[in-house]
């Protein structure tokens, strides 16, 4: 059983308190958290035969959390970034054409390495071939929450319209109960489900007490068809057909009336706001503040590295702040502090692991990240939150914990390698670009 002392260290708990030790120390023993408070009480003696760790200078956070993304599709980064409609014209048909369980595995593989190294300890994914990439997670040592999508049409993994359903059956069967990887459910979006298989897999993560995710609000045509199909918005939709609780998890949900707010609220619906990838594609600005005005959870999401690039969540940090500032004209909303909290225990609360991971308290989990201060970006120090929200990248990532075990350490990752992972997912490149070079003639 590993056990760690890290002290001397400024530690941003993230705890109801948002309580703050300038000079702290933490024991983890096995998987969790021991022990932790101001370094003058530390009584070292008791913690002999404990690898110490000395975190002078250091920053300790709890591990990040990305409550939305489609790890595989890392093959396809920086492919379309400007095209209007790339979802249609780009994704779908690079899905139905390349997509294989080697290719979806490479993708998420190298995802898992992006995610540690920038400071991530649980992420959601949603894409295809997930039993496989459970299997990759387990490996790197992340904390995964990961769902099939299912959708009305054949999928790279299914052959059959919703065939993602009987998958995902087999996906909870297997999964549920792993100490880091949940399984969850996840229909693409209202556009490509149907009323009854909506719910259906309602059903499933009801029984099963998991969350079942979803694109939500997210475009424009989305809106328009359901208001010309249904008669009301996606979300009111949604509630009338019984699938809105507080195990849902809402991607995006950019376009939304008060009445939609109204519904969140009474549900529990929580949010997953995903900053970057929306301003990228122009699809507007999620009203966060009025959400979390009404005590709806909002959490941070990047998307798939095809729509926002980078999946690392302090990259969508100051997103989070300078778009909402903008959006709302007022430079006093969203204190740095609040958009950490987002980042971390607001992601464990939107994925349902807020028991065991989100903020650094005794008996949690140890999923934390040690911050290194010497480089040129991140002094002076005044603001911890600040600093951690507007200053720091993913290369001030020193070290990181995930469920006690050290997986990151001094920027070397420790359970993936690098050069290899790279090496297998560019070995896909030039097929794509053939596809992709096929696509833009057919536009043509």
């Known amino acids: 059983m590993a056990q760690y002392l890290l002290k001397n260290a400024a530690i941003l708990t993230m705890d109801a308190d948002f309580t703050l030790y300038e000079d702290g120390y933490l024991a ?52 379309a970034d400007d095209v209007p409609d790339r979802l249609k014209r780009y994704l779908f048909p690079l899905e139905r054409t390349a997509m294989t369980r080697e290719m979806a595995v490479a993708g998420a593989n190298y995802a898992f390495a992006e995610l540690l190294l920038g400071g991530v300890t649980t992420v959601y994914d949603a894409y295809y071939f997930e039993d496989d990439i459970a299997r990759e997670a387990e490996k790197a040592g992340i904390r995964g929450v990961l769902s099939e999508t299912v959708l009305c049409n054949p999928s790279p993994s299914a052959k059959e319209p919703y065939g993602g359903i009987p998958y995902t059956r087999e996906f909870v069967k297997k999964w549920k109960g792993h100490p880091r990887i949940t399984p969850a459910v996840n229909c693409h979006a209202i556009y490509t489900n149907d009323t009854a298989h909506l719910q259906e897999c309602h059903r499933i993560a009801r029984e099963n007490s998991i969350i079942f995710c979803m694109h939500v609000a997210e475009m424009g045509y989305e809106q328009a068809d359901c208001l010309r199909d249904h008669g009301m918005t996606p979300v009111a939709y949604l509630d009338s057909i019984g699938v809105l609780d507080n195990r849902f998890l809402a991607a995006h949900s950019i376009n939304l009336e008060e009445n939609d707010l109204d519904i969140y609220e009474k549900r529990g619906v929580k949010v997953s706001y995903n900053a970057g990838s929306n301003a990228k594609g122009a699809k507007g600005v999620a009203p ?28 969508q940090l100051p997103l989070v702040g300078k778009v909402q500032k903008l959006f709302n004209h007022d430079r006093s909303l969203f204190p740095a502090k609040e958009i950490f909290e987002m980042a971390t225990i607001g992601g464990a609360k939107a994925l349902g692991l807020d028991g065991i991971t989100g903020s650094l308290e005794v008996g949690k989990r140890a999923d934390l990240v040690i911050f290194e201060t010497d480089s040129v970006n991140m002094n002076p120090i005044y603001d911890y939150y600040s600093v951690i929200v507007y200053s720091a990248n993913p290369s001030n990532v020193e070290s ?23 090496s297998r997912m560019l070995a896909y490149r030039d097929e794509i670009a053939a596809i992709a070079r096929e696509l833009d003639k057919a536009v043509l």
Not at 31 to 60: H, M, W
Not at 402 to 412: M, Y
């Open 28 to 79: 983890v023993e096995g998987n969790s958290i021991q022990e932790i408070g101001p370094t003058a009480q530390l009584e070292e003696s008791r913690f002999a035969g404990y690898t110490v760790l000395d975190c002078r200078g250091k920053i300790i956070t709890p591990g990040m959390i990305n409550t939305h993304s489609h790890l595989s599709m890392m093959v396809f980064r920086s492919l």
């Open 400 to 422: 990181v914990f995930v469920d006690g075990e050290l997986v990151v350490e001094n920027r070397r990752l420790l359970t993936i390698d690098l050069k290899e992972a790279r």
């Open 288 to 315: 966060i503040k009025k959400m979390r005005e009404r005590g709806i959870t909002v959490s941070l999401g990047t998307d798939g590295p095809m729509s926002g690039n980078t999946i690392d969540i302090l990259t």
